[in-house]
């Protein structure tokens, strides 16, 4: 088993009741960036409990979701179900090693899901493939403000939840994209405020993880701190930190 498939295997029901996961605001960005049609076959990639593709569904002709959890999958059907939504299916795959043919989907999407990625390479390569051309893939996905504050944001990330690999730079995700052949389109930052109590219960962190987390907090620099967007009380306490989403639109041209 995965850590992504420990992670979100324990916590899928939680994911998916999440009001921020279900509508956050990189949500309307992500669509109006892919402004889908009624011609588009759609992907939507580490789906997990299917709001992004159930989001899309309406829009699109068919859309298929796929993720490595089972238990996120089975709140994605269960959900397209009780909405009635008959154009959109969910099946069990790797993001690197796409379960499709060349040329297969006109749009491929992936919210809040690259950070789990080990080869982000290979994931890119495998969009590619199975773009048509002319296709887009438009990815939403926190990132890291520079390169030297990445370490301290991976180790944050991950001791909250194993399955975090990496949170990279805007700069690392053009590079890897024109690495693979796309053409980069269009890009904004959407910030994310998370709660420090709700976003540790959401993973279902232990008391002396997150006493660790907030002695990471205090290891920084208050310039740091400021940097990678946490946010302390009147009492000096973490209450809070602010992610940045990338929302980008990529094209196979
Ligand atoms: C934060 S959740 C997904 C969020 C979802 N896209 C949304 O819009 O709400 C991350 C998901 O990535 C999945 N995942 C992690 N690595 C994966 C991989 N290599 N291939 C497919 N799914 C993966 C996990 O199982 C989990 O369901």
Redesign the pocket.
């Known amino acids: 088993m ?1 850590s ?2 420990e ?3 324990a916590h ?1 029901a939680k ?1 998916a009741q999440s009001e921020i ?2 509508a956050g605001p990189s ?1 309307p960005v992500l669509l109006d960036f892919a402004a889908p049609t009624r011609q588009d076959r759609a992907l ?10 159930l989001a899309l569904a309406p829009r699109v002709a068919q859309v298929t979701g ?4 089972e238990a ?1 999958l089975a709140h994605a059907r269960q959900q397209a179900g009780a909405a009635g939504l008959a154009n959109v299916t969910f099946q069990p ?4 090693a796409l379960p499709f043919p060349d040329a297969a989907f006109t749009l491929l ?5 690259p950070h ?3 080869h982000l390479d290979r ?1 890119l390569a495998e969009a590619f493939r199975v773009l048509e051309p002319g296709g887009r893939l438009v990815i ?1 996905d926190q990132i890291s403000p520079t390169p030297e504050l990445q370490p301290w944001i991976d180790t944050y990330q991950r001791r909250r939840d194993p ?1 975090h690999v990496a949170q990279r730079t805007v700069a690392a995700w053009r590079e890897l994209a024109r690495a693979a052949g796309f053409g980069w389109a269009r890009d904004t930052l959407v910030p994310y405020r998370l709660e420090f109590g709700w976003w540790v219960a959401q993973s279902g962190c232990a008391p002396e993880t997150v006493r660790a987390l907030r002695e990471h907090a205090a290891s920084l620099t208050a310039e740091e701190q400021d940097a990678v967007g946490l946010h302390f009380g009147e009492a000096g306490e973490l209450v809070a930190h602010t992610e940045q989403m990338l929302v980008v639109r990529l094209e196979k041209r």
């Open positions: 995965t992504s498939q992670q979100f295997g899928a994911y996961h279900r949500l939507d990639v580490a789906t997990g409990t299917g709001h992004t593709a796929l993720d490595l959890t996120m795959g790797d993001a690197e999407t992936s919210r809040h899901a789990h990625f080990h994931f939403a399955s």
